[in-house]
C-alpha cells in the first residue's frame, strides 16, 4: 500500500458553496418519498404505516453504499466516482417512477439509497484540502448543503406530490441529478493522494479503523443513535400527520421541512463553535437537544405549537451531533478520510433505518407517545456514550483558535 499526499491548502469559498450545493442535490434523492408515504402506501391499497418500509430500506441502501462505494474514493479519482454514482442514482430514480408493485417500489428505493453516495464522496475531498483551523467550519458548510437538500426534497417532494402524483416527484429527481452531474463534471477536482490498494484490502482495512481508532468507535455509535432518533420522527410524521386531529396533505406535510432552514443557517457556525470549544461538547449538547425535542413531541397530537418547537430542537440536536463528530473523525488519519466517512456515515445512516423502524413501531403502538418514548431512549443512549467518550485535549482545541 502506498498514498501520496500533500499539506492541506485551504478551499475557496466558491468551491464550498459550488460543492455544498451539489451535496444538497445528491442528498435530496434519499429524502423526496418522506412526505409521499402515505399517497404511494394508498396507491397500493396499504395502510399509511405500511410504507415507512419504503424509509427504512432507502436509509438501508444509503448504508450499504457508504460501506461499498465511498471507501474506493481513497484509491480513485472522486470525480469519477461520484459521476458513475449520479448516473446510477438517476435510473434507479426512474425505476420507483415506474414501479407496478410496493416490492418493485422497495427494491428500487434500496437502490435509490445505494447510489446517492455522492455528498459522503465530496464531503471527505474538501475536507482533506481543508487547513485545520478551518475544517469543522467547511464541513459546516457543507453540512448545510446537506440540510438544504433534505429540504428541498421535502418540501418540493410534498408539493410536487399533491399536485402531479407520487411518480411525477421521482422523475424531477432524475433530471435533477442531470443537472448534478454538470457540476461535479466541471467543479469538482482530481487529486493526487490516492491509495494503491487492491478493493479486497481496502474493505478489510475498514474493520482495522474501527480497531484501532477508539474515537471512531464512539462517534459512529454516537451518530447512529443521534440520527435513528431523528429519523424516527421524520419516517413516521407524515402517518401522523395525515391522520386526525390535522389530516394534512402531501403539500402541508412537506412544509413542515421548512423547520431545516433555522439549521441550513446555523450549520457553519456549529462547525465554528465545535472547533473553539470542542467536538465532544458540541455532540454532548445535540444529544441532550434531541432528548429535550422528544419530550415536545409528545405533546404533538394536541399542539402543533409544541411539535415545532419540538422539530426545532431536533434539528439543532442531530447537526450538531453531525458537524461535531464528523470534523472529530476527519482528523484522524488524512491518508484514509474517505474509509473513516464510510465507517461513520454508514453506521450513521444505519441508525438511519433502525430509527425509521422504530419510529413507525413506536406510532403503532402508541402514536406520539410512543414516538417520543423511542426518541428520548435513543437519544439518552447517545448521551451517555459521548460522556463516555475521550476528552479532546486542550492542545487540539487551542490549535484552532485565531
Not at 465545535?274 to 425535542?293: Q, W
Not at 404533538?300 to 405549537?305: C, K, W
Amino acid at each position: 500500500m502506498s498514498a501520496s499526499s500533500a499539506a492541506p491548502m485551504g478551499v475557496s469559498n466558491r468551491l464550498v458553496t459550488l460543492m455544498a450545493a451539489c451535496c444538497a442535490l445528491a442528498v435530496s434523492t434519499i429524502y423526496y418519498h418522506q412526505p409521499l408515504l402515505p399517497q404511494m402506501a394508498a396507491s397500493f391499497g396499504l395502510a399509511p404505516t405500511q410504507a415507512g418500509l419504503v424509509a427504512t430500506l432507502t436509509q438501508l441502501g444509503y448504508a450499504a453504499g457508504l460501506l461499498l462505494i465511498v471507501p474506493l474514493a481513497d484509491c480513485r479519482q472522486p470525480r469519477q466516482l461520484a459521476l458513475l454514482a449520479i448516473a446510477a442514482n438517476a435510473v434507479a430514480l426512474i425505476l420507483c417512477a415506474v414501479a407496478p408493485s410496493f416490492t418493485v417500489l422497495c427494491v428500487s428505493s434500496l437502490l435509490v439509497g445505494v447510489t446517492a453516495i455522492t455528498a459522503q464522496i465530496i464531503i471527505p475531498a474538501l475536507s482533506g484540502l481543508a487547513t485545520p483551523a478551518e475544517r469543522g467550519r467547511i464541513v459546516g458548510s457543507l453540512l448545510s448543503g446537506l440540510s438544504a437538500g433534505l429540504l428541498l426534497a421535502r418540501t418540493i417532494g410534498g408539493f410536487v406530490g399533491a399536485h402531479t402524483g407520487w411518480r411525477a416527484v421521482f422523475v424531477l429527481a432524475s433530471l435533477i441529478d442531470a443537472l448534478l452531474l454538470v457540476i461535479v463534471a466541471k467543479n469538482l477536482a482530481t487529486t493526487t493522494s490516492l491509495t494503491t490498494i487492491s478493493y479486497a484490502r481496502l474493505l478489510r482495512s475498514l474493520g482495522s479503523l474501527v480497531r484501532e481508532e477508539g474515537i471512531l468507535r464512539y462517534c459512529a455509535a454516537s451518530g447512529l443513535l443521534m440520527f435513528a432518533a431523528f429519523s424516527a420522527l421524520w419516517a413516521s410524521l407524515a402517518a401522523l400527520l395525515a391522520q386526525p386531529p390535522y389530516e394534512f396533505d402531501s403539500a402541508t406535510i412537506g412544509l413542515f421541512g421548512l423547520v431545516a432552514l433555522l439549521g441550513i443557517v446555523v450549520s457553519p457556525h456549529i462547525g465554528a463553535l465545535a472547533d473553539r470549544l470542542g467536538k465532544r461538547t458540541m455532540v454532548l449538547a445535540g444529544a441532550m437537544a434531541l432528548a429535550v425535542g422528544f419530550a415536545f413531541i409528545a405533546a404533538g397530537g394536541q399542539s402543533l405549537g409544541w411539535l415545532i418547537v419540538g422539530m426545532v430542537l431536533l434539528d439543532f440536536g442531530s447537526r450538531a451531533g453531525l458537524v461535531a463528530n464528523q470534523a472529530r473523525v476527519f482528523t484522524l488519519r488524512p491518508e484514509a478520510r474517505s474509509r473513516l466517512n464510510t465507517v461513520f456515515m454508514g453506521s450513521y445512516f444505519l441508525g438511519g433505518a433502525i430509527g425509521a423502524a422504530l419510529g413507525n413501531y413506536g406510532v403503532h403502538r402508541a402514536g406520539w407517545n410512543g414516538l417520543a418514548a423511542v426518541g428520548i431512549l435513543l437519544s439518552c443512549a447517545a448521551t451517555v456514550i459521548n460522556a463516555l467518550s475521550p476528552r479532546e485535549s486542550s492542545a487540539t482545541i487551542a490549535e484552532v483558535r485565531p
